[in-house]
């Protein structure tokens, strides 16, 4: 399609312009506006570049924001990092009941991209986690509840979206599920990619209205069989208060926080030092033999210390080799670590 064909899709009569109810049409009058705007970025060819992530946010992915207009939805504001802990791009709740949360990025780099991988494994999930944590205590952790809750997650990368699912069916252990990848289309010609990932935007919206009727579902509004239906109805006028129905709780674990790699290093004391050290003593006489040192230590460092000439460890052979040589230079025999100095060496250190 064309950007004009598109334009007389989207501003087509329809009978909810005349009788506007806002709690049955405004799915419907999202949707319009959604595909408005996204026609207002392809007339001006604005999806074809490269835009900071706050445009994106703003252009592109604000319908995800819109969708839940209905609900008592936030974005996150500015706040200190400490009291808000994990903090994201936006914050889906309804007054102080959290459901779920997003995070964008400015570029999609595939699905093996840095940012995406530790967004999609490690912070989102914590966010949704966190999330679920609080909606539990806020029915004070009840099984029945919990093996039907869950919280959402949108992923944003660029011009690529996500859904990410939270929950607990077996009421021990969360489950994170997640969508396949949905993109927006750079083009109007290739406008058919982009309407599954308003569907699943809507599909998102729906779950966030049910698990609001669930954590608000009081257990007078419980479900329960016919003959506690019956039960209740004989006693509508009975002012004793009914026995408390037990109900199991779950506790789940909380999310920790990924430990930081600790910056504190025990220092050593090099090697070299050590060397200079017996060189100084050696220079004043101490009772500290050069060959019960190098014994003690082991062979020396590649660098120079004493000297960077040894000699061969076969008599006949005069050949004078390197530290780090493993074999004669003048007679190939292997030096295998065992080699003494040469009468050069010890000349130069005033040794004989």
């Known amino acids: ?14 009978q909810m312009d005349q009788d506007f109810d806002r709690s049955k049409d405004f799915d419907r009058d999202w949707i319009r506006n959604t595909i408005y705007n996204l026609l207002q970025e392809y007339e001006a060819n604005a999806l074809t570049t490269d835009h900071l992530e706050l445009w994106i946010l703003v252009h592109v992915w604000s319908f995800t924001d819109k969708v839940s207009m209905t609900l008592s939805r936030t974005a996150v504001t500015d706040m200190k ?37 530790r967004e999609r494994g490690l912070k989102m999930p914590k966010m949704m986690k966190d999330l679920f944590n609080q909606l539990c205590k806020s029915f004070e952790q009840d099984e029945h509840k919990t093996r039907k ?38 083009h109007v010609k290739e406008f058919g990619k982009t309407l ?3 569907v699943l935007t809507w599909k998102a919206k729906k779950i966030v209205e049910n698990m609001i009727c669930l954590v608000e579902q009081t257990d007078e509004t419980d479900e329960c069989n016919e003959e506690d239906q019956l039960r209740r109805l004989e006693n ?28 504190k290093r025990v220092k050593e004391i090099p090697l070299g030092m050590v060397y ?30 004493l000297s960077s000439i040894i000699s061969c460890p076969d008599p006949q052979c005069e050949g004078e080799n390197k530290v780090t040589a493993k074999f004669c230079s003048d007679c190939g025999k292997p030096i295998n670590g065992m080699y003494t100095i040469s009468p050069k060496t010890q000349e130069k250190h005033g040794r004989n």
Do not use: W
């Open 276 to 305: 200079y050290f017996i060189l100084l003593c050696m220079k004043k006489d101490m009772s500290i033999s050069l060959y019960f040192a190098l014994d003690l230590l082991g062979p020396p460092p590649p660098f120079n210390l």
């Open 236 to 263: 509508i006028y009975d002012v004793t208060p009914p026995p408390s129905r037990r109900r199991k709780k779950v506790d789940l674990p909380i999310c920790l926080d990924t430990p930081s790699k600790s910056s």
């Open 149 to 186: 809750l869950e919280t959402i997650g949108f992923l944003h990368a660029g011009l690529m979206m996500a859904l990410l699912r939270l929950d607990s069916p077996a009421g021990y252990v969360c489950r994170v599920l997640r969508s396949k990848s949905f993109y927006i289309a750079t």
């Open 1 to 14: 399609k064309t950007t004009k064909e598109l334009r007389k899709q989207v501003f087509k009569a329809d």
């Open 196 to 198: 599954p990932a308003i």
């Open 81 to 117: 990092r400490k009291i808000l802990g994990r903090r994201g791009d936006m914050i889906i709740r309804k007054i102080t009941d959290e459901f779920g949360c997003a995070e964008a990025g400015r570029q999609f780099e595939g699905q093996n991209g840095t940012k995406l991988l």
